[in-house]
């Protein structure tokens, strides 16, 4: 008896729970909804985001703006540019959403805490401590890696090479050693334990189903948390290492000549024990953040570049011609032959236009009532700017899907119509960083090889992408051929 008495109050208090949770707020009531059913399919049936376009393009071209019921909320997925702009621009207005309240006790939250890329109003404490960082890049380091990567190619004659975890494992290396002075050594020796133990967690850290039934956080996680504990061992490994390096007052000394890298910045600044501007936790965090943010990007980016080249011939040849003239018998380029070199740079431009590789800004919610036509987006929604539908758009470029490096000539484009590296004040620290690699790739690669897709390639005849469960867009493993060319 007593059993059916609880049944009889349990029932309505779930239901009227769960109304609580699909319940549509009064203010979003009016704006077109995108299918949760779909976006279960396409996660399901592992879509990337070209498929999650096509699924949802028709409501965000008509209207800029539109709601879906995911995690236990209502969000809204943007295109509007003039509301894009907004976002990234009044960063007062529109917030960052931190991972602990996005996603509390989940995975992704213990990893990355609180670091330079989620954190509001005190990033820029941390943003400061990182910044000068990237002002003086080292470019010696650079060129090394580069060079190492061409040895490691050399070993690989005329078969089809794997580009996606080549990339990976050269963006690795340079980010060690330009960034943290340590060599990760993956070119060579891509078992390497960091990197294995990395892919590991990362594979577990994008499970979407953690992200589609939060409960399951609730349940211990015991396999990855021991991936993490390794990982976070590591960092704390490479931190140690650089103390151990340096002799007293060094650190003092880099910096104030300009010649620190990023974790010596970021070991200064958390060195005093009475008030340090970072914990040794949030040391760990910002490690773990710019490990992903610094190699997993531009490695999709140099992966769809080296894609798109291989299957426009024509285009290849005039950015090989280019490098040719500029650099003469130079090697790598300077900084100002690296704006001499024009054409590669659209070609950069226009291939993070198609593929960026953050194809969705981190959700950002609004701290007042947003009019917006006429919609009133109430207080504290979740808003996620889509950025691959803004490049994907027809209301902002001209055949869209198509590779059309003289798009960016006279950049008559929308400033907000590109987003490859955010905007705003929260836009990319390391935007200069990944240019330079990719640069100084393209010209060490271009004139020694000519580039090619095989035949029997599953990206014969579109880049199939790989659903983006980690925060970056880049496709399936591709294999190129890359041919000693004649000069
Ligand atoms: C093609 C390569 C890259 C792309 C497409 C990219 C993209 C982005 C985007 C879109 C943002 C803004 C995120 C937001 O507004 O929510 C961002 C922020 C950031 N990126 Fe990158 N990134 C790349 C490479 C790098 C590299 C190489 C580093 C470091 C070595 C880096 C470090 C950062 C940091 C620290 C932030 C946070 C800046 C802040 O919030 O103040 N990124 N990146």
Redesign the pocket.
Known sequence: MNFFIIILILIPLITFKIYQKIRVPEGLKNIPTLSFLNLVIAIFAKHGMDKRWEDIREVLEKDGIGKIWFDGEWSIVITDLGLAKDI?TKTDLYP?SLLEELFPRSLVAKYYGTN????NGD??L??RV?YPA?RNLPVHVFVESAMKLLEVMEEVDNEPIEVKSLMQRY?LDV?GR??FGFDFNNLENPKNVFVTTYNELMKDLGNPLYFLLSFLNYFPRTKALNKMAKLNGLFDEIVEKKCESMKSGEIDKKINNGTAD?LEYMIQASSDPENPTLTSEELRYNLA??MF???D??A??LTTVLYLLAIHKEIQKKVRDEILRVLGDDLTPSIEQQKELKYMNMVINEN?RLY???PE??R?YNTQDVKFHNHVIPAKTNLI?F?YGIHHSSKNWENPEKFIPERFENEKHDHYAW?????????????N???L??RLTLCLLLRKYEISLPEDSIHKDKLQLEPDNTG?MGPYPISLIFKRNTH
């Open positions: 990234v960052k330079v890329v989620i954190s990033v820029s941390e943003a990182t990237f963006t980010l330009a960034a990023l953040v710019f943010a610094g190699h990007t531009t999709n980016a993070l960026p590789p953050a800004l981190q950002r700017l950025v987003l490859s590296f955010g905007g705003g004040n929260r836009s990319c620290l390391g935007m960083f990944s240019l690699e990719q970056t």
